[in-house]
């Protein structure tokens, strides 16, 4: 997966994103807030609507008596207005009077009696009693159909509420979230880009100086400390280098020199040992400088040479295809990232194990595969194998990374994957194009060279 890709996948995992959890936090203190608040007052709204009916009954209630026992109304022509039921009872608990919607009820027996809430006409009606002297009991019913439907209201406002300020408050957290968090977000694909192996970049810092501005004030200067690190790393890397690069040649030169005169194995040995060491701090090298500092020197040199080179450098090599071409490159290099890559197929191969180098060649690449009767690459690196100090065969980690990168100089790919027979498989691939220019070049240099003679 591409680094693109990843980036995009990681856009599209919302749910893992810092906006969205603050949002969601919004959105439920939210909820939590509008719930208890909204309870808290239609509790008290209803009950303040329950005492004020109750008091519109007991006033009611207190006005008919008195107008009753002052004679000056009759009975259902209440002063409390419509809507309001009246009944006379007496003493004995006969119905003597009762308000024309209730005149079914008069000369029978009271039907209601301790009854708080009665239902008459389809709906319900609260009762209240007062007493009328000797004569009996003024009864009282006031409906409950507007204290009904106001307490359906609130709780139908509060649900409705319930149910749209979650929504609301997610929208406005997410929009409120993305824009307070717009230069984290910047900075955070600013810095996916970074590339530490070139440069450290510092990230732009926002205007505003809030949390966001310290925490990426606080990131520049870890990346400023990390980079001055990295140089004090390669500083002392290409030091060390340096320092042991000396006895190396002379180490290697004396060993060449004996191997000559006398034939020892052990000698030779001893030289490909040296010859090991000596790549080994051309590879710490190449990491200590980086890639940016490593210059192709181009040379057009028969293959049948490079094969040669690699032949003594890692003996037991099987080479195969067809070398009796010509190759356009920096021989050095090519023979520095071809030599790691069959040091560590040697290396993974064993001693008896076997090591074949093929080399393809047309217009459009020159293509160099080594194989080798190894286990294979294991298959949770990937293309982590690249990567410096990453290995998958005991080695430094080193070799495949430098090869790469002399791969990529000399505008080609260097792969890996297992075999279908068994054993890993490298594939270094250079273009072929640039080579049959460079070749055309160098046949008219050389005819221009022969006129002028």
């Not at 006895?247 to 004396?254: Q, R, Y």
């Not at 076997?354 to 080798?372: A, G, K, P, W």
Request: aromatic share 6%; glycine share 10%.
């Amino acid at each position: 997966m591409t680094r693109s890709a990843r980036l995009g996948s990681a856009r599209v995992a919302w749910r893992h994103s810092l906006r969205f959890r603050l949002a969601l936090v919004y959105t439920l203190v939210a909820l939590a807030l509008v719930s208890v608040i909204g309870l808290g007052v239609m509790t008290l709204l209803l009950r303040s609507m329950d005492q004020q009916f109750q008091t519109r009954l007991e006033e009611r209630a207190d006005t008919l008596a008195e107008a009753f026992l002052a004679g000056r109304q009759g009975l259902g022509k209440s002063p409390g207005g419509t809507g309001t039921y009246t009944m006379i009872v007496g003493e004995d608990g006969q119905v003597l009077a009762a308000t024309p919607s209730l005149r079914q009820y008069e000369k029978t027996p009271f039907p209601f009696t301790g009854q708080a809430v009665v239902e008459l006409n389809g709906s319900p009606a609260r009762t209240a009693t007062r007493k009328l002297g000797d004569f009996g009991t003024l009864w009282v019913a006031l409906p409950e159909d507007a204290l009904l439907d106001a307490r359906q209201s609130a709780t139908s406002a509060l649900l409705l509420a319930l149910l749209v300020t979650p929504v609301l408050m997610l929208i406005v957290g997410w929009w409120v979230g993305r824009r307070a968090l717009a230069d984290l977000g910047e900075a955070a694909d600013l810095a996916d880009r970074i590339d530490p192996t070139r440069s450290v970049a510092t990230l732009p810092l926002p205007a505003r100086e809030d949390e966001v501005h310290r925490l990426l004030a606080a990131l520049n200067r870890l990346l400023v400390r990390i980079e001055a690190v990295q140089a004090r790393e390669k500083q002392l890397l290409g030091q060390i280098v340096h320092e042991l690069g000396a006895p190396l040649t002379v180490l290697k030169a004396s060993l060449a020199r004996a191997s000559e005169r006398t034939g020892d194995p052990e000698v030779l040995r001893a030289a490909l040992v040296a010859d090991e060491l000596t790549f080994t701090t051309q590879d710490l090298m190449q990491l200590a400088r980086g890639q940016l500092e490593m210059k192709v020197a181009w040379h057009f040199i028969p293959a049948a040479t490079l094969r040669g080179r690699l032949d003594r450098l890692v003996p037991g090599t099987t080479f195969t295809g067809n070398w009796n071409g010509m190759l356009l490159c920096d021989p050095d290099r090519l023979t520095q990232a071809l030599r790691n890559l069959l040091a560590n197929a040697r290396r993974a191969a064993g001693p008896a194990g076997t090591v074949v180098l093929q080399l393809e060649e047309s217009d459009q690449y020159v293509c160099f595969t080594v194989r080798d009767s190894g286990p294979g690459l294991p298959a949770e690196l990937g293309d982590r194998i690249f990567e410096p100090f990453v290995s998958g065969s005991g080695s430094s980690g080193l070799g495949l990374s430098v090869a790469r990168q002399i791969a990529v100089l000399h505008g080609g790919t260097l792969t890996a994957s297992n075999a279908s027979g068994g054993g890993a498989q490298f594939v270094l691939t250079l273009p072929g194009a640039a080579l049959g220019d460079e070749e055309e070049g160098l046949e008219e240099s050389q005819e221009t060279l022969n006129s002028t003679s």
